[in-house]
T-cell receptor
Framework: DAKTTQPPSMDCAEGRAANLPCNHS???????VYWYRQIHSQGPQYIIH???NNETNEMASLIITEDRKSSTLILPHATLRDTAVYYC????????????FGSGTQLTVLP | SAVISQKPSRDICQRGTSLTIQCQVD?????MFWYRQQPGQSLTLIAT?????????ESGFVIDKFPISRPNLTFSTLTVSNMSPEDSSIYLC???????????????FGPGTRLTVL
């Protein structure tokens, strides 16, 4: 699986958009980009995933660059409950796919 | 998505003893995994729990230290054997179903078991 690089920490004001970047320059053509988050003392929670196109769901939007070497997770209106470690993971989509977690980004939403 | 529960939620154990962690999923899943998260660190995959056969271990993890059982599609156990303080971690169970083709199947996680070894 391709390696990802994320900033170790970010702050965001409550109510503003949180934009979390991820670099995955060695991503291969059949690898997806997955985002998970881990709120303190809880297990990781799936947020969103994508292959080439931008994706949006009720939690977030995922913007993937045309060359697929980087992506941005957008939380449109961050709340205090969005404070968590956010993990960007790159990997295949097969049934045997394993999630390999990097160090992630600690997002702190400030009141 | 399915809900995973783990027992115990936390424990404090003495060096040299063993602890078995139980993982129960509220629906059948194809894949089950065990992860370890050391204090302040990210998650590390220990093994894939295979139903009816031996688990598949990642590099650095061995069956004698972390025996795993998976008797059916909703239950698995992880035993941490002959514990030392270095085994103090959060142990997380994870599950995923498998669809056809390249369809994505969400991988979901239990709340974790916080283990402290004295």
């Amino acid at each position: 699986d391709a390696k990802t690089t994320q900033p170790p920490s970010m702050d965001c004001a409550e109510g503003r958009a949180a934009n979390l970047p991820c670099n995955h320059s060695t991503i291969s053509g059949n690898e997806y980009v997955y985002w998970y988050r881990q709120i303190h003392s809880q297990g990781p929670q799936y947020i969103i995933h994508g292959l080439k196109n931008n994706e949006t769901n009720e939690m977030a939007s995922l913007i993937i660059t045309e060359d697929r070497k980087s992506s941005t997770l957008i939380l449109p209106h961050a709340t205090l409950r969005d404070t968590a470690v956010y993990y960007c993971i790159v990997g295949g989509s097969g049934s045997a796919r394993q999630l390999t977690f990097g160090s992630g980004t600690q997002l702190t939403v400030l009141p | 998505s399915a809900v995973i529960s783990q027992k115990p939620s936390r424990d404090i154990c003495q060096r040299g003893t063993s602890l078995t962690i139980q993982c129960q999923v509220d629906s059948q899943v194809t894949m089950m995994f065990w992860y370890r998260q050391q204090p302040g660190q990210s998650l590390t995959l220990i093994a894939t729990a295979n139903q009816g056969s031996e688990a598949t271990y990642e590099s650095g993890f061995v069956i004698d230290k972390f025996p795993i059982s998976r008797p059916n599609l909703t239950f698995s156990t992880l035993t941490v054997s002959n514990m030392s303080p270095e085994d103090s971690s959060i142990y997380l169970c994870s599950g995923r179903t498998s669809g056809s083709g390249l369809s994505y199947n969400e991988q979901f996680f239990g709340p974790g078991t916080r283990l402290t070894v004295l």
